[in-house]
């Protein structure tokens, strides 16, 4: 039962260099996310999809693009990494149904340095 | 906008009761949350609470909601060392899409 897959696990990579950080989920969920978590920041969502083909910005998705052809697949997008982007990140997924809790499940994290 | 803010750190004894709090602005949101980060992983929900109800126990923990003052805490009972990780509150948007807003984490530290 493998749930939310990231890889890489960890990444160094140098300014200006750019990179696919990849999410993969096998439980049929229609949302994805990715958030960057940054200490003492909490988490910051970064994207979201509410389905295949179907992506939106969350509240710091500058230097980032996704996309969603499928709805188990859902990679992150660093053009031109820069030391502001050093961070983990995680992905996650969720099946929100009317009047109930939306459970996020979450990736194991993906941790990158740009240096 | 919304925020959620938590206290940065929590250092309790094994054995004694852990109080973590939280505060939310989104009077709208329909369910909030604690989440378990453990090192070098994802998240994972703890419990949940909806936001007509004022108290929930899920076995060691309680989850006290004061709507009115947008407070939420989570209480831990018999802490172990296990139980020490950095825990999130987080409530959702409201909104058509449900997006979670998370709090900055608090980190308890439990002491044997």
């Known amino acids: 039962n493998a749930g939310v897959t990231q890889t890489p696990k960890f990444r160094i990579l140098k300014i200006g260099q750019s990179m696919t950080l990849q999410c993969a989920q096998d439980m049929n969920h229609n949302y994805m996310y990715w958030y960057r978590q940054d200490p003492g920041m909490g988490l910051k969502l970064i994207y979201y999809s509410v389905g295949a083909g179907i992506t939106d910005k969350g509240e710091v998705p500058n230097g980032y693009n996704v996309s969603r052809s499928t709805t188990e697949d859902f990679p992150l997008r660093l053009e031109l990494a820069a030391p502001s982007q050093t961070s983990v990140y995680f992905c996650a997924s969720s099946s929100p149904q009317a009047g109930t809790n939306e459970k996020l499940f979450f990736g194991s994290g993906t941790q990158l340095s740009v240096l | 906008g919304e925020d959620v803010e938590q206290s940065l750190f929590l250092s309790v004894r094994e054995g004694d009761s852990s109080v973590i709090n939280c505060t939310y602005t989104d009077s709208s949101s329909t369910y909030l949350y604690w989440y378990k980060q453990e090192p070098g992983a994802g998240l994972q929900l703890l419990t949940y609470?909806?936001?007509?109800?004022d108290m929930k126990q899920d076995q060691r923990l309680t989850v006290l909601l004061n709507k009115k003052d947008k407070h939420l805490s989570l209480r831990i009972a018999d802490t172990q060392t296990g139980d020490s990780a950095i825990y999130f509150c987080?409530?959702?948007?409201?909104?058509?899409?449900?997006?979670?807003?998370f709090g900055t984490g608090t980190l308890l530290a439990v002491q044997p």
């Open positions: 987080a409530e959702n948007d409201g909104g058509a899409t449900n997006k979670l807003i």
């Open positions: 609470i909806f936001s007509n109800m």
